[in-house]
């Protein structure tokens, strides 16, 4: 079979509990090799009796002790599969006659309780090196072992709502397992009968009733069971007899088979489970009919795809291939549920809460002469940020992620008309009072608006989709300065914003709470791929702030601190230059005209981050290089253009001598500020290891973040640092922040033989 087919992969069963690891290791690598790594393992632990006593057992190992076996059998096939040869160690040298280095090639000496293995593997590496891992244990040892372990797991049930349970208990055990809950595959059991319409497939399904064997379905049950039915009384409820095995198996139906929860499992009831299809839930229909009944299964189980059974072969199968498949293949993803679409709701609320504010603050924030308040209230609020930041994880698991973003964008109109209450009639306690109900509300936005934009797009897309959604936040500010443009191009004294730019800056930013309440929750999200999104936490608070805290002190998040730090410490300082230095009518063509090259820059970056054919490690390592090389020359000349100018005190309008080149570095300050934006969220999807991580990583970003705008705010509200120190301390920053964050950026995309 595989020498006559391309894409079919092979799923083999065998048991733990009677095969040698050594053995099968040997022959799961050999297979991996013939079938060019089109192979897989679905790993059992048997549990009928008459196979112990034909293996040579007086009795069956217990239940619990058979996966205490397999758990070390595992053990030691990944040492024999991943540890004992390293990916050097085929040289084929037809010089020197050698085909292998004897150096790369090592034992693996496992002295366990069960096993003892000397080793080394006597299969060079295959294609896979560890075969793709099946199992379908339904006991809570069978869960643990296949959240451990495997890749995809066979569920058992025929209810929607019990799967669903279940699938969740599942996913969270693999997350207490410090995995990715979305690595582990999920299958729902379902037994489908097709036909050119509703009523033909009704008929088909009588008629395969008509041939079920009552007697046969005992018979398949007793060998499941190792029981020999004919001992017990027709009317014994067999939850409550029998081997433990028996009443395990009814326990579990009488869980997942809607109403049977009152029902007296007899051995007719048994019989009629199992006559037709097995233990399975039932799809009977024309192929629109069936393939309604799988969407319903994945949107509300939250399963990844279908182990389906049949009644005759080859004609149920062939009625997959015909009916079912293009039916499936027909059906688009629905616009309102695409990633495409849930970024470009995440854009506008990013649009009409920091998209707007950005643009205020890159009019003078307020219409100030000086900007010091503003500062000072911004410097507030990214305290505050960093706060509410760290706690954001833990509010997802009540309200979820879309609550928390409407919750998110609450602050930034408050914030908002602070400035214009104090702008219009002088009230500065307003401004404060608006930067503390921004800084409360802003860091949750923040953190879950990052978490949104890595985990909902597919990886390969995520370059593209970040890019898109951050377009959105210079959007606002693009806005800002055509409106304000408009109002005031014939003016080139500083300090006259128009009031009604306030006014409909503050209407705009009221309405990103009702725009979040638009996004698709994760779990109907649907990707191209078919690939699902989970952003569940399960967690309580306390222990939500315990595990952000362990992801905060990872060597390598906190080797990009300074990094991060001189990524966003530049935006009090290019704003409080744009202030001092230009015009009102200058400052709106620079919100207008930086916001564009932003915009572009920015996606630029995320095309060539979404190259997913040039290896990972070179796409990350050029793009930090280049971003790093432009920054370097921009605040050269930002510190030059400061020395001048705190001498002089210009004022440029875009008249004026000289404008250009005071106006082109904050151009390209802006610029990079979008580029190194843009890299962080790529470095946080790359260091993330599941969906909950990536809120937590987020959360942390963000929060970072706040704490060095908040630095950065509050600094610039010194007059002196304001106008000269910031250009010279974020160069500084700049400079000591590259080697600490090369190390980390320098392992993205690494391989053990890299």
Same mark, same amino acid.
């Given at each position: ?5 391309? @894409? ?23 297979? !991996? ?5 089109r192979v897989a393992w679905n790993v059992v632990t048997s549990y009928l009796e008459s196979a112990a006593k034909n293996f040579g057992l007086q009795n069956q190992i217990s239940h619990d002790e058979r996966y205490a076996m397999a758990d070390e059998f595992l053990e030691v096939a990944y040492k024999l599969w991943e540890g004992s040869w390293r990916d050097d160690a085929v040289v ?46 339904? @006991? ?26 279940l699938v969740k208990e599942i996913r969270r055990s693999a997350l207490e397992q410090g995995r990715d809950p979305r690595s582990l595959k999920l299958l729902a059991g379902l037994h489908v009968v097709l036909g050119e319409t509703d009523e033909l497939a009704s008929r088909k399904y009588e008629e395969y009733l008509s041939y079920a064997d009552m007697e046969g379905s005992l018979a $398949? ?15 014994? !409820? ?9 009443? @395990?198996?009814?326990?579990?139906? #009488? ?28 799809? =009977?229909?024309?192929?629109?009919? =069936? ?27 062939? !009625? ?28 506008? *609320? ?28 911004? #410097?507030?609020?990214? *305290? $505050?940020?960093?706060?509410? *930041? ?14 928390a973003l409407a919750i998110g964008t609450v602050g930034f109109p408050v914030y908002s008309a602070g400035l214009y209450l104090n702008n219009r009639y002088g009230v500065e306690w307003l401004v404060i009072f608006g930067a503390a109900c921004c800084g409360i509300s802003a860091g949750i936005f923040w953190a879950t608006e990052a978490a949104i934009a890595i985990v909902y797009p ?52 009221? $309405? ?113 290089? =280049? ?42 300050? /802006? ?16 260091? @993330? ?11 942390? $970003? ?41 190390? /980390? /950026? ?9």
């Amino acid at each position: 079979m595989a020498a006559v087919t391309k @894409s079919l992969s092979f799923g083999i069963t065998a048991s733990t509990s009677y095969e040698a690891p050594f053995a099968l290791a040997r022959r799961f690598s050999t297979l !991996d090799h013939l079938t060019n790594g089109r192979v897989a393992w679905n790993v059992v632990t048997s549990y009928l009796e008459s196979a112990a006593k034909n293996f040579g057992l007086q009795n069956q190992i217990s239940h619990d002790e058979r996966y205490a076996m397999a758990d070390e059998f595992l053990e030691v096939a990944y040492k024999l599969w991943e540890g004992s040869w390293r990916d050097d160690a085929v040289v084929r040298d037809d010089v020197l006659k050698r085909y292998v280095h004897p150096d790369s090639v090592r034992r693996i000496d496992h002295e366990g309780r069960y096993y003892q293995v000397a080793g080394p593997h006597l299969v060079e590496p295959s294609r896979q090196r560890t075969p793709f891992i099946f199992q379908a244990g339904a @006991s809570k040892a069978g869960k643990l072992f296949a959240t451990k372990h495997a890749k995809a797991m066979f569920l058992p049930g025929m209810e929607i709502v019990a799967v669903a349970r279940l699938v969740k208990e599942i996913r969270r055990s693999a997350l207490e397992q410090g995995r990715d809950p979305r690595s582990l595959k999920l299958l729902a059991g379902l037994h489908v009968v097709l036909g050119e319409t509703d009523e033909l497939a009704s008929r088909k399904y009588e008629e395969y009733l008509s041939y079920a064997d009552m007697e046969g379905s005992l018979a $398949l049950f007793g060998g499941w069971t190792g029981t020999d039915l004919a001992g017990i009384p027709d009317d014994a !409820d067999i939850k409550f007899v029998g081997p433990p095995a028996m009443q @395990s198996m009814v326990e579990n139906w #009488s869980k997942t088979i809607p109403g049977s929860d009152t029902i007296k499992w007899t051995k007719a009831r048994v019989a009629q489970e199992l006559a037709f299809g097995g233990a399975h839930a039932r799809a =009977v229909g024309s192929s629109k009919t =069936v393939a309604d009944v799988l969407e319903k299964w994945v949107l509300e189980t939250g399963v990844d795809g279908f182990n389906l059974s049949y009644a005759i072969v080859p004609g149920d199968l062939e !009625d997959h291939a015909k009916l079912l498949v293009p039916e499936l293949k027909a059906r688009e993803v629905k616009w309102n549920r695409s990633p495409f679409y849930n970024a470009t709701i995440l854009g506008l *609320c990013s649009f009409a809460a920091p998209g707007l504010w950005g643009a205020m603050n890159s009019l003078g924030a307020g219409g100030a002469q000086k900007p010091y308040l503003v500062n000072t209230g911004n #410097s507030l609020t990214f *305290c $505050l940020m960093v706060i509410s *930041c760290w706690f954001t994880s833990g509010l997802v698991k009540y309200v979820g992620i879309k609550g928390a973003l409407a919750i998110g964008t609450v602050g930034f109109p408050v914030y908002s008309a602070g400035l214009y209450l104090n702008n219009r009639y002088g009230v500065e306690w307003l401004v404060i009072f608006g930067a503390a109900c921004c800084g409360i509300s802003a860091g949750i936005f923040w953190a879950t608006e990052a978490a949104i934009a890595i985990v909902y797009p597919e990886p390969r897309n995520r370059g593209r989709m970040v890019a898109y959604w951050l377009s959105y936040t210079r959007f606002g500010q693009i806005l800002g300065g055509a409106i304000n443009l408009g109002l005031n191009a014939d003016r080139n004294e500083a300090g006259k914003v128009s009031y009604v730019v306030y006014l409909i800056f503050i209407v705009l930013q009221a $309405l990103g709470t009702f725009v979040a309440l638009l996004l698709t929750h994760p779990s109907k999200v649907q990707r191209p791929s078919g690939t699902k999104v989970d952003m569940s936490i399960f967690d309580n608070p306390f222990k939500e702030f315990k595990a952000t805290t362990r992801v905060f002190l990872r060597k390598e998040f906190l080797l990009l601190i300074l990094w991060i730090g001189q990524a966003v410490f530049a935006e009090a300082i290019f704003f409080s230059y744009i202030a001092l230095h230009f015009s009102v009518r200058a400052r709106a063509l620079g919100s207008f005209v930086s916001g564009i090259v932003a915009v572009i820059a920015g996606n630029l970056l995320g095309v060539w981050l979404d190259q997913n054919h040039i290896p990972l490690r070179k796409r990350a390592r050029w793009a930090f290089l =280049v971003i790093m090389a432009l920054q370097g020359g921009w605040w050269t000349w930002m510190a030059v253009n400061v020395t001048e100018y705190n001498r002089t005190q210009e004022i440029y309008d875009w008249s004026d001598p000289g404008f250009g080149r005071a106006f082109g570095v904050f151009i390209f300050l /802006v610029v990079g500020f979008q580029l190194n934006y843009n890299f962080a969220f790529f470095l946080i999807g790359q260091l @993330s290891n599941s969906p909950q991580e990536t809120i937590r990583l987020s959360a942390l $970003l963000r929060g970072t973040e706040s704490a060095w705008q908040a630095i950065s705010y509050g600094l610039s509200s010194i007059p002196i640092f304001a106008a000269i120190g910031g250009a010279y301390f974020n160069f500084a920053l700049w400079a000591i922040s590259i080697f600490p964050a090369w190390l /980390v /950026v320098k392992r993205i995309g690494a391989t053990l033989k890299t």
